[in-house]
């Protein structure tokens, strides 16, 4: 395995291969009991741990584009200008990592992925995304779960610009499944008639992610 880079991985991306093949951290429950708000087998952190698969780019918003290609009516480039020109909206979400920290009450401001949606318009036979990062990172999510009313393209994190090691400018936040679909430094959003995996869905994780049913590996 090496990643998308074509490079040696490093130590956690190592590590997170064999959880994958060891099964680790499963406890065998499933299902959101109600009023429950951490998943089974995750922990709680207060600080806000950076994971990625090493290469952070530097990339100035005025630099940066992102690429709406594929399975849509109206395929874009939007550049940092047209993105602040869409409908800017609020969400709070919690986070759930796979590596089972948790971080509550996270504060994001960006593009709501429905209002990306009825930009582009996706086509009716549209099933499902394949995210890219600048870092070449890929993630896979079906149409739906993309859509979902908590999505956000996101570019501020409790009130400032996001951070260059946590996506920034712009990263995705699909906080119903765990954080390796929230793809970093995103570039580019495929839209495709069929799933195609992206790089962690290739190495051993589930291809949908739902950490109230641990869909931790494939
Ligand atoms: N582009 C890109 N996005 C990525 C990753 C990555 O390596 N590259 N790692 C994923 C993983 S495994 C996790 S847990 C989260 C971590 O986000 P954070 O560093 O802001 O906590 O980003 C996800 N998005
Ligand atoms: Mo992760």
């Not at 530097?58 to 200008?81: F, M």
Request: with cysteine; charged share 25%.
């Amino acid at each position: 395995m090496t990643t998308p880079d074509g490079d040696e991985p490093n130590k956690l991306t190592k590590s997170k291969l064999r959880w994958a093949d060891e099964g680790k951290f499963l406890t065998g429950g499933s299902r959101k009991p109600t009023g429950e708000r951490l998943p089974p087998g995750q922990h709680l952190v207060r600080d806000w741990p950076v994971l990625d698969l090493g290469l952070q780019p530097d990339i100035a918003r005025e630099k940066w584009t992102l690429e709406i290609t594929g399975s849509v009516e109206r395929p874009a480039i939007l550049d940092w200008r047209s993105f602040g020109a869409l409908p800017q909206s609020g969400k709070r979400s919690d986070i759930h990592c796979v590596t089972t920290w948790s971080r509550y009450d996270n504060d994001w401001n960006g593009v709501a992925t429905r209002d990306l949606l009825d930009h582009v318009q996706p086509t009716a036979d549209a099933a499902a995304v394949l995210l890219h990062g600048y870092d070449k990172y890929t993630t896979n999510l079906t149409l739906h779960d993309f859509a979902s009313p908590d999505g956000l393209l996101a570019h501020s994190w409790s009130g400032q610009p996001l951070s260059r090691d946590h996506g920034g400018p712009v990263r995705l936040v699909i906080p119903h499944l765990y954080f390796w679909k929230s793809a970093k430094w995103l570039r580019a959003i495929q839209f495709l008639t069929a799933e195609e995996l992206g790089f962690w869905e290739l190495n051993g994780y589930h291809r949908r992610g739902d950490p109230w049913a641990e869909e931790r590996y494939s």
